[in-house]
């Protein structure tokens, strides 16, 4: 098995194992460049594995259609799409000074409606080039993971499959490392050294944390998620400042002051994998989990 697993976020249905390794192996090398980690050689392609789910969102292909479904503001489901929705807007907001927040003056005669969410989020910087129908589907991808058994279940599997007794790192983008997190948690005495997560919501208590399984226990009044591995693996978790997907920073209040937390800054590409994964820090932790 591979020494690497990496497991993508949402947004990646048409894509697949063979063309997500090509994306994610320089950057990953570049990362552990940027490291400059002498202990740990550059990866191959054999010591990458990439844990594919997303084909499990993919529409079943029919003749005369193409792409995403053609989603609109109506098809934002209530509860936890048109919440997480908001809650985009908010961070939006909150990191793009262009961006009007939820509640503001100029929108007091504007109901803080699912339209409203789409129209702001549509000129700010983070969703800037990306249309009505993929934002919808990508708020389904989150949903239907938390929601719907069956696709869980076989999302896992996708990712538990790929995770063997040589795996020492556990790479995971964005809803990834929601079912990595898992995955780790139902595969007690795996071998995984270090855990990085990169642009990660597993830090939305209300909306995420909530949710997942195994279900977070009470601690000090507050939920406090299960860790996933034994007392030697090292979790880091790197979100941009302007990533709007990773509302949450800093997971330690979730899963526990063993969590490496860091700031990292991608630029115009808040949320984009490849940035991440030539972070120093990304480099190093995963240079850490191999040596």
Known sequence: MARVVAVHGIGKQTLGEQSLRRLWLPSLNDGLTRA?????????????????????FRPRSEFLAAGDPPYTAADVGEGLEQELLLAWWQAAADSDEA????????????????????RALSGSRFFAGVAL?????????????????????????????????DTRVV????????????ALCARPGHQVRALVTIGS??????????????????LGGRPRGVWPGSERLVWTNLAD???????????RP???????CAVVHNGATAHEATAYLTDKLCGQAIADGLA
């Open 99 to 118: 961006v009007v927040p939820p509640g503001a003056d100029t929108l007091v005669a504007t109901p803080r409606s699912v339209q409203a969410a789409l």
């Open 254 to 260: 979730s899963f526990g002051d063993s969590v490496r």
């Open 201 to 218: 919501p597993l830090g939305i208590e209300n909306l995420i944390l909530h949710r997942l399984q195994p279900p977070p226990v009470t």
């Open 241 to 251: 400042g302007g990533d709007v997907v990773a509302l949450v920073k800093d997971l």
């Open 171 to 182: 790479v995971a983008h964005s809803l990834g490392s929601v079912v990595a997190y898992e």
């Open 133 to 165: 129908r993929s934002m919808v589907f990508d708020l389904k991808q989150v949903s239907r993971y938390l929601t719907d058994p069956d696709l869980r279940a076989a999302a896992l599997a996708q990712v538990t499959d790929q995770i063997g007794d």
């Open 36 to 56: 400059r980690s002498g202990a740990v050689s550059l990866l191959t392609e054999r010591d990458l594995a990439v844990a594919f789910y997303g084909d499990l």
